[in-house]
């Protein structure tokens, strides 16, 4: 999705029909501070409900690995494995991550989403829609602005739109029948 589009939502959330994304300039305030709002809520989401994982290859030197080896930024490393498949043992240190060999080694590891603008997509879990990102950015606005019974009204419905998409979804299964 577009932060355009969650934008827009999110202004029509507010009730400010007289503003649109697309049409509208960057340097007006409001949408800068909504962008920057919406930019919060992708961490959050990525940090505390929905991570987002990706894997690479770096290579190890001297028992150990950069950050700056991974692509995108770390949040926090999942598993390290060698060519063949097994998995090596590791550290997460502050700058980079001890491991206990060296070489090509395949990381998987869950990362925080870059800032957005204006035109760009979304780095969000597919599981989230544009509506639950444009309500938490509402409540995020709103908490800005001063307008706290509204931000609370926001972050509630946020947080009900969230907890739907973390549900795990049950497989329903029936006991297998015999014919009598």
């Known amino acids: 999705m577009k932060l355009e589009e969650v934008i827009n939502t999110a202004l029509a959330y507010l009730d400010e029909g007289d503003h649109d994304a697309g049409r509208d300039n960057v340097e007006d305030d409001k949408i800068r501070l909504l962008v920057k709002c919406a930019n919060i809520m992708l961490t959050e989401i990525a940090q505390e409900y929905l991570p987002l994982e990706d894997e690479c290859e770096v290579t190890a030197k001297d028992g150990r690995f950069s950050y700056e080896d991974i692509p995108r930024r770390v949040s926090r490393i999942i598993s390290v494995k060698d060519e063949k498949g097994t998995s090596v043992s590791f550290r997460q240190r502050s700058f980079s991550c001890a491991v ?28 989230v829609s544009e509506k639950t990102l444009a309500l938490g950015t509402c409540a995020e606005y709103c908490m800005i602005n001063g307008m706290y019974e509204q931000s609370e009204g926001f972050a509630e419905r946020f947080r009900q739109d969230i907890r739907t998409a973390v549900r795990p979804v049950s497989v329903i299964t029936l006991k297998g029948r015999g014919w009598y």
């Open 100 to 127: 206990g060999k060296n070489g090509r080694l395949k990381v998987v590891y869950r990362y925080l989403p870059a800032a957005v603008a204006l035109g760009d997509d979304c780095d969000v879990h597919p599981a």
